[in-house]
């Protein structure tokens, strides 16, 4: 089976704190992404990787960035957090040429 | 950009068939994508369609339509357990897999 894991299920930081959120997959998926999900506004991408060291926007970067140095990890950083990048955070894998992507348990982070 | 439409609520009843919609706008489609998420839960992967037609899977069904930019998940004898939020996604070609979800809808079944 595919794991998914998220460095922490609930995450209370401070404003202008800098944050990381880390993500790893067990299955030498090639793709990896981040989504921030809040109500009425469905999963939304942050950023993804391709491979080490690649990354793409997704559709709400800003704020955000990532880092992916070994194939298996996934790195978001909140540089200076802010109130408003208080949502659940979903980490998925996928394998390369194929669309099953596989979610971690999510990080609820507030920030206060 | 894309943009999706599904309905935020739906109710059934237990043993019922219940269909959720997706209507979707892009440029450059590849193909449609269904999740599943239980409250508290992960979304988990449900199924996939890149040409038109029903694909089904057990009580799960999925339709395509690429003519009319629309697509159905079908829930068949309907359990308690279904009760849960589903995400259609969409994939664009000419990227790297990247899908764009919808705001979901939520299903409650009720005995």
């Known amino acids: 089976d595919v794991k998914v894991t998220q460095s922490s299920r609930y995450l209370v930081k401070r404003t202008g704190e800098k944050v990381f959120l880390e993500c790893v997959q067990d299955?030498?998926?090639?793709?990896m992404f981040w989504y921030r999900q809040d109500p009425g506004l469905g999963l939304r991408l942050i950023y993804f990787?391709?491979?080490?060291?690649?990354?793409e926007k997704g559709d709400i970067p800003e704020g955000y960035s990532v880092s992916r140095e070994k194939k298996e990890r996934f790195s978001l950083i909140l540089e200076s957090a802010s109130t408003n990048q208080t949502s659940m955070y979903l980490c998925?894998?996928?394998?390369?040429?194929?669309?099953?992507?596989?979610f971690g348990p999510g990080t609820r982070l507030l920030v206060l | 950009g894309q943009s999706l439409e599904q309905p935020s609520e739906v109710t059934a009843v237990e043993g019922a068939i219940v269909q959720i919609n997706c209507t979707y706008q892009t440029s450059g489609f590849y193909g449609l994508s269904w999740y599943q998420q239980h409250d508290g839960g992960a979304p988990t992967f449900l199924s996939y369609n890149a040409l038109d037609g029903l694909e089904e899977t057990g009580r799960f069904s999925s339709f395509l339509s690429r003519s009319d930019s629309y697509g159905y998940l079908l829930l068949q004898e309907l359990q308690m357990k279904d009760s849960a939020s589903y995400f259609c996604?969409?994939?664009?070609?000419?990227?790297?897999?990247?899908?764009?979800f919808g705001i979901g809808t939520k299903l409650q079944v009720i005995p």
């Open positions: 996604a969409v994939r664009i070609s000419g990227g790297y897999q990247k899908v764009t």
């Open positions: 299955m030498d998926h090639e793709n």
């Open positions: 990787s391709y491979d080490v060291k690649m990354k």
């Open positions: 998925a894998s996928s394998l390369a040429g194929r669309e099953t992507q596989y």
